[in-house]
């Protein structure tokens, strides 16, 4: 499954202290960028040979602010990157650092931002899925069972954020009708029961109704195939629009980004045996109605 794992410590509640004036909340998703951000401070800073506080005295805010900053958990305002900037010998790195700023995504795992953010550029996008039905193809209600179960559990403002971003995420299928999906997935992964009948129904429904359009092709791997040459787990392949070939492949806790071309070429090819031996697309949709009427 895409994993939409919320990290960061939740943002103060009732008991929370006033934000002084000049200082702003705790980013509840840190980005990859402003780690980055946050580490080119420090360096700058460990450079110019000052502490925490020193520097804190320079920019005019707390020395609790200058520590959030250094560690990405907080988005730096103009001020702030202009009075470090020239605290820390006008280089111009922080002011250029700043331009890449973006906030996290809520609802997404570490590692799987930025094959989330390549998702929404590629030309095309191949999933193979033996675990769960792949998350662009979810209902809300089976994504919602998924989170529920998953350990640790999580609080109902975390469930919510997963919940939305897996259903932002499938937004992209809708809005690009000319990039083709293909999907292949095992068929005892529709078998697995959850809910009632009546969620397993709206379920295949759901299925059958993200896969009709002329871009999406849905294949599903009978039981009677047998073994095949993707038994090694779940994988994603995109094709970027330079024509570069990725993967993304995930387990327990993880998720692991592909570039190096020879393993995407391997994992290309076992794909493209699995697309010949799984059933047809029609095929494949017939199988589905099959599983929705014995419910």
Not at 55 to 64: F, G, N, P, T
């Amino acid at each position: 499954m895409e994993s939409v794992g919320v990290e960061g410590e939740a943002a103060g509640g009732a008991g929370a202290r006033a934000v002084p004036a000049g200082e702003w909340e705790r980013e509840p998703h840190p980005s990859d960028s402003l780690r980055t951000f946050g580490a080119v401070v420090q360096a700058l800073r460990e450079h110019a040979g000052l502490s925490r506080v020193e520097l804190s005295s320079r920019v005019q805010y707390s020395k609790h602010t200058v520590e959030s900053v250094e560690l990405g958990r907080r988005m730096p305002d103009e001020a702030f990157v202009e009075r470090a900037e020239e605290a820390l010998g006008n280089t111009g790195a922080l002011r250029k650092a700043a331009r890449h700023l973006t906030r996290g995504e809520a609802g997404l795992a570490a590692w799987f931002r930025r094959w989330a953010r390549l998702e929404r550029e590629a030309v095309s996008l191949c999933t193979y899925e033996c675990r769960l039905v792949p998350g662009l193809l979810q209902s809300e209600a089976y994504a919602r069972a998924v989170f529920e179960g998953t350990i640790p559990l999580r609080t109902d403002e975390e469930l919510e954020a997963q919940l939305t971003a897996r259903m932002e995420r499938q937004a992209m299928m809708r809005e690009r009708p000319r990039v083709p999906f293909s999907f292949i997935v095992e068929e005892h992964v529709f078998r697995r029961r959850f809910g009632d009948a009546g969620a397993m129904r709206e379920l295949v429904d759901h299925v059958l109704e993200r896969s009709a359009p002329r871009n999406v092709a849905l294949q599903v791997v009978p039981l009677e195939a047998g073994l095949h040459a993707c038994l090694d787990g779940p994988v994603q392949l995109l094709e970027t629009p330079e024509g570069r070939r990725l993967a993304y492949s995930e387990g327990q806790e993880n998720g692991r980004l592909i570039t190096d071309a020879k393993q995407v070429s391997v994992l290309c090819r076992r794909y493209e045996t699995l697309r010949s031996q799984a059933l047809s697309p029609n095929e494949s949709r017939a199988l589905l109605e099959r599983l929705r009427g014995e419910l």
